[in-house]
């Protein structure tokens, strides 16, 4: 099988975290596509997460639990994901980057609605190979594609986007990987090719998450792996408003992201120097 380079193997990090939230009796989704996706890297990569996280053992804690953290991301882009797709103008959802995603094949869609998956070559040809024998529950098409290219717009409506139409664009698990000119550039170039009344999401750190103690150990990890984070903003609002987009951002453990899963302290806002995770959501007035 392809190998997958150091930021692509974070996607089989996401599919072992979902694969163990599916088979917890409280769960917040049940993902029975995520240990196929994830193969036997499954136990290696939540052992390491794991010990960075809970390196003395249950409790304390020195960094916010990446085990609570991804089954609150995860459900809360499920529920804002079917909330688009509820508008029947709503038809194409491009899922950037889909890694191992399985929203497609795992949730319930309307007829009207089209996934676009994005993502790098090798990720995708892993993804096929391993869901050859299911179905999709929506109409699916792979673009295969590198967001850091010139280029991935024309592979996009190659595959059958179309710009003149509204759309929603999930980038889940992957700007903190970038610059911030990589971001900027990149949410621009969406910015283009998206019409009127098209949606965002996206999950965000603030730079204090990037060199606080707390966060130091986890953070290590993916350094480790050679895909550290290097970005961070305390005002996602402002970042998505510079390119045509009004958003929300949301904490984990805010009422609207919560669960009865989240135990860290919840800082508000206002209060300076705490570390934070944000779950931006918005769109381009129609």
Known sequence: MTQLD?????CLLTAALRAGESRREERLFDDPYAQLLVGDAGPGLLAEIRSATFPDGEVPRTVPSTFDFNPIRTRFFDDWLQRAAADPSMTQIVLAPAGMDSRAYRLEWPDHVRFFELDRPTVLEVKEKLLAAERPGAERRPVPADLLAPGWEDTLLAAGYDPG?????????LLYYF?????????????????PGSRIGADLVNDAALTAPRTRGLLKVFADWGCPWVFGTDEPEALFARHGFTVQAVQPGEPPAHYGRWRDPVPPRTAEGAERVFLVHGGRAA
């Open 179 to 195: 610059s911030q000119g990589q971001v900027d550039g990149l949410l621009r170039r969406v910015g283009a090719v998206t019409a």
């Open 165 to 173: 139409l509204p759309s929603t664009w999930l980038f889940e698990g």
């Open 6 to 10: 150091a930021i692509e193997r974070t």
